[in-house]
Protein backbone atom coordinates (compact mmCIF):
# COMPACT_ATOMS: atom_id res chain seq x y z
CA UNK A 1 0.00 0.00 0.00
CA UNK A 2 2.83 2.58 1.09
CA UNK A 3 4.44 1.51 -2.57
CA UNK A 4 1.52 2.46 -4.27
CA UNK A 5 0.88 5.78 -2.74
CA UNK A 6 4.71 6.76 -3.91
CA UNK A 7 4.25 5.55 -7.20
CA UNK A 8 0.87 7.74 -7.96
CA UNK A 9 3.27 10.84 -6.13
CA UNK A 10 5.88 10.24 -8.64
CA UNK A 11 3.51 9.91 -11.42
CA UNK A 12 2.08 13.27 -10.39
CA UNK A 13 5.32 15.00 -10.08
CA UNK A 14 6.70 13.78 -13.92
CA UNK A 15 2.54 14.92 -15.31
CA UNK A 16 3.21 18.69 -13.99
CA UNK A 17 6.85 18.75 -15.34
CA UNK A 18 5.97 17.95 -18.53
CA UNK A 19 3.09 20.06 -18.84
CA UNK A 20 5.40 22.99 -17.66
CA UNK A 21 8.26 22.27 -20.38
CA UNK A 22 5.79 21.20 -23.14
CA UNK A 23 6.14 23.35 -26.35
CA UNK A 24 4.11 26.01 -28.24
CA UNK A 25 0.79 24.01 -29.99
CA UNK A 26 1.31 24.51 -33.63
CA UNK A 27 -1.79 22.97 -34.88
CA UNK A 28 -5.33 24.99 -34.24
CA UNK A 29 -7.81 24.65 -31.11
CA UNK A 30 -10.80 22.58 -31.22
CA UNK A 31 -12.07 21.41 -28.54
CA UNK A 32 -15.22 20.50 -27.45
CA UNK A 33 -16.89 19.81 -24.15
CA UNK A 34 -16.10 17.18 -23.04
CA UNK A 35 -12.50 17.10 -24.52
CA UNK A 36 -9.57 17.90 -22.54
CA UNK A 37 -6.32 19.44 -23.51
CA UNK A 38 -3.23 17.19 -23.72
CA UNK A 39 -0.41 17.89 -22.00
CA UNK A 40 1.63 19.38 -25.26
CA UNK A 41 -1.14 21.79 -25.38
CA UNK A 42 -1.06 23.31 -22.27
CA UNK A 43 1.69 25.55 -22.16
CA UNK A 44 1.53 29.16 -23.92
CA UNK A 45 -2.24 29.58 -23.71
CA UNK A 46 -2.02 32.98 -23.09
CA UNK A 47 0.25 33.88 -25.98
CA UNK A 48 -2.59 31.37 -27.69
CA UNK A 49 -5.89 33.23 -27.07
CA UNK A 50 -7.24 36.40 -27.21
CA UNK A 51 -8.00 38.37 -23.62
CA UNK A 52 -11.59 38.99 -23.77
CA UNK A 53 -11.81 42.36 -21.76
CA UNK A 54 -9.19 43.62 -24.86
CA UNK A 55 -5.63 43.54 -23.19
CA UNK A 56 -2.72 42.87 -24.78
CA UNK A 57 -0.97 41.56 -22.32
CA UNK A 58 -1.84 38.93 -20.00
CA UNK A 59 0.70 38.47 -17.28
CA UNK A 60 3.39 39.87 -19.04
CA UNK A 61 2.93 38.17 -22.23
CA UNK A 62 1.41 39.52 -25.50
CA UNK A 63 -1.85 38.05 -26.71
CA UNK A 64 -2.25 40.71 -29.30
CA UNK A 65 -3.94 39.55 -32.33
CA UNK A 66 -1.10 38.65 -34.66
CA UNK A 67 -3.33 38.34 -38.20
CA UNK A 68 -6.63 39.04 -39.80
CA UNK A 69 -9.64 37.82 -37.89
CA UNK A 70 -11.57 35.54 -41.18
CA UNK A 71 -15.37 35.19 -40.16
CA UNK A 72 -16.14 33.40 -43.12
CA UNK A 73 -20.08 33.27 -43.25
CA UNK A 74 -20.70 34.90 -39.67
CA UNK A 75 -21.19 38.07 -38.94
CA UNK A 76 -20.48 40.23 -35.90
CA UNK A 77 -23.51 41.68 -34.19
CA UNK A 78 -24.32 44.80 -31.66
CA UNK A 79 -21.84 46.48 -32.55
CA UNK A 80 -22.38 49.73 -30.56
CA UNK A 81 -22.52 53.75 -31.72
CA UNK A 82 -18.59 55.12 -31.35
CA UNK A 83 -18.64 57.66 -29.17
CA UNK A 84 -18.07 61.42 -30.54
CA UNK A 85 -14.47 60.89 -28.66
CA UNK A 86 -13.77 57.71 -30.79
CA UNK A 87 -10.64 57.30 -32.26
CA UNK A 88 -11.78 57.31 -35.99
CA UNK A 89 -10.35 53.73 -36.68
CA UNK A 90 -13.44 52.48 -34.32
CA UNK A 91 -15.83 49.92 -35.90
CA UNK A 92 -19.60 51.07 -36.35
CA UNK A 93 -22.81 49.68 -37.21
CA UNK A 94 -24.70 49.59 -40.47
CA UNK A 95 -26.99 51.73 -39.22
CA UNK A 96 -24.10 54.46 -37.58
CA UNK A 97 -22.72 54.16 -41.22
CA UNK A 98 -26.07 54.51 -42.79
CA UNK A 99 -27.15 57.48 -40.93
CA UNK A 100 -23.88 59.71 -41.09
CA UNK A 101 -24.26 59.11 -45.02
CA UNK A 102 -27.41 60.50 -45.15
CA UNK A 103 -26.25 63.55 -43.33
CA UNK A 104 -23.37 64.57 -44.41
CA UNK A 105 -25.00 66.01 -47.80
CA UNK A 106 -28.08 67.13 -46.09
CA UNK A 107 -29.37 70.73 -46.08
CA UNK A 108 -29.99 72.45 -42.67
CA UNK A 109 -31.76 75.54 -41.76
CA UNK A 110 -30.33 77.94 -38.91
CA UNK A 111 -32.00 75.44 -36.13
CA UNK A 112 -29.80 72.41 -37.27
CA UNK A 113 -33.21 71.06 -38.61
CA UNK A 114 -32.29 68.88 -41.52
CA UNK A 115 -33.96 69.54 -45.10
CA UNK A 116 -34.81 68.27 -48.49
CA UNK A 117 -33.33 69.09 -51.34
CA UNK A 118 -34.97 68.47 -54.54
CA UNK A 119 -33.64 69.65 -58.30
CA UNK A 120 -34.66 69.70 -61.50
CA UNK A 121 -35.22 71.55 -64.95
CA UNK A 122 -37.39 72.25 -67.76
CA UNK A 123 -36.61 70.48 -71.18
CA UNK A 124 -34.29 72.55 -73.31
CA UNK A 125 -35.43 73.53 -76.37
CA UNK A 126 -39.26 72.53 -75.64
CA UNK A 127 -39.96 74.51 -72.05
CA UNK A 128 -43.82 75.62 -72.00
CA UNK A 129 -43.25 78.89 -71.86
CA UNK A 130 -46.12 81.74 -72.63
CA UNK A 131 -46.24 85.07 -73.50
CA UNK A 132 -47.35 87.43 -71.01
CA UNK A 133 -45.94 90.54 -72.96
CA UNK A 134 -43.96 91.65 -76.68
CA UNK A 135 -41.10 90.95 -74.53
CA UNK A 136 -41.85 88.48 -71.40
CA UNK A 137 -42.16 84.97 -71.62
CA UNK A 138 -43.04 82.87 -68.15
CA UNK A 139 -43.39 79.56 -67.27
CA UNK A 140 -44.99 77.31 -64.57
CA UNK A 141 -42.99 74.84 -63.14
CA UNK A 142 -44.45 71.77 -61.33
CA UNK A 143 -42.23 70.25 -57.91
CA UNK A 144 -44.07 66.99 -57.47
CA UNK A 145 -43.00 63.05 -58.08
CA UNK A 146 -44.25 63.65 -61.57
CA UNK A 147 -43.31 66.97 -62.56
CA UNK A 148 -47.11 67.81 -63.46
CA UNK A 149 -49.69 69.46 -61.73
CA UNK A 150 -51.41 66.18 -60.46
CA UNK A 151 -48.80 64.46 -59.13
CA UNK A 152 -47.72 63.92 -55.46
CA UNK A 153 -46.13 66.83 -53.65
CA UNK A 154 -42.82 66.30 -52.53
CA UNK A 155 -42.55 68.86 -49.90
CA UNK A 156 -45.34 69.48 -46.89
CA UNK A 157 -44.87 73.23 -47.44
CA UNK A 158 -43.40 75.55 -49.71
CA UNK A 159 -39.42 75.12 -50.10
CA UNK A 160 -37.03 77.51 -51.10
CA UNK A 161 -36.98 77.64 -54.35
CA UNK A 162 -33.19 78.43 -56.54
CA UNK A 163 -33.50 79.37 -60.18
CA UNK A 164 -31.34 80.61 -63.08
CA UNK A 165 -31.66 80.24 -66.55
CA UNK A 166 -30.03 78.38 -69.41
CA UNK A 167 -29.69 77.85 -72.72
CA UNK A 168 -27.55 78.48 -75.73
CA UNK A 169 -27.49 82.53 -76.40
CA UNK A 170 -29.13 86.16 -75.78
CA UNK A 171 -29.14 86.09 -71.79
CA UNK A 172 -29.62 89.48 -71.58
CA UNK A 173 -32.65 89.68 -69.55
CA UNK A 174 -34.18 89.88 -65.66
CA UNK A 175 -36.34 88.03 -63.70
CA UNK A 176 -34.72 84.32 -64.14
CA UNK A 177 -34.19 84.44 -60.19
CA UNK A 178 -37.78 85.99 -59.27
CA UNK A 179 -40.00 83.58 -58.12
CA UNK A 180 -43.44 83.68 -58.13
CA UNK A 181 -46.45 81.92 -56.89
CA UNK A 182 -44.46 79.70 -54.65
CA UNK A 183 -46.24 76.76 -53.05
CA UNK A 184 -45.01 72.99 -51.78
CA UNK A 185 -46.06 71.97 -55.57
CA UNK A 186 -44.52 74.16 -57.61
CA UNK A 187 -44.16 78.24 -58.80
CA UNK A 188 -43.73 80.54 -61.39
CA UNK A 189 -40.82 82.22 -63.22
CA UNK A 190 -41.43 85.32 -65.50
CA UNK A 191 -38.33 86.37 -67.90
CA UNK A 192 -38.03 89.82 -69.77
CA UNK A 193 -35.87 89.86 -72.46
CA UNK A 194 -34.23 93.03 -73.05
CA UNK A 195 -32.72 92.76 -76.37
CA UNK A 196 -36.52 93.72 -77.82
CA UNK A 197 -39.83 91.55 -78.94
CA UNK A 198 -39.64 87.70 -77.90
CA UNK A 199 -41.96 85.18 -78.45
CA UNK A 200 -42.08 81.15 -76.80
CA UNK A 201 -40.91 80.02 -80.50
CA UNK A 202 -38.16 81.93 -80.49
CA UNK A 203 -36.28 81.72 -76.55
CA UNK A 204 -37.01 78.04 -77.34
CA UNK A 205 -34.81 78.19 -80.13
CA UNK A 206 -32.21 79.82 -77.97
CA UNK A 207 -32.15 76.78 -75.71
CA UNK A 208 -33.87 78.90 -72.94
CA UNK A 209 -35.13 76.85 -69.56
CA UNK A 210 -35.00 76.72 -66.13
CA UNK A 211 -32.51 75.29 -63.94
CA UNK A 212 -34.03 74.82 -60.41
CA UNK A 213 -33.06 73.26 -56.84
CA UNK A 214 -35.26 73.49 -53.84
CA UNK A 215 -35.01 73.19 -50.30
CA UNK A 216 -37.51 72.21 -47.44
CA UNK A 217 -39.82 69.98 -45.72
Not at 1 to 6: E, I, L, Q, S
Not at 12 to 34: D, H, R
Not at 156 to 180: D, F, K, M
Request: hydrophobic share 40%; charged share 10%.
Amino acid sequence: MKYFKKSLLVIAILSIFSISQAGAVSNTYNKISPSQFVNSEWNFLLSDFLSKDGGTTVNGVNNAMQGDFNIGANRIINVPTPAAVSPGSDIASKANVNSLIALSGAAQDPQGIEKKIVCGQTLYGATAWISTLNNVVQVDISTTDDGTPFGTPLFTSAPVYITSLGGRENHLTTGATNIYNQTNVGFRVRIQYLGGFTNPAEVNSWGWHIQWCAIGD
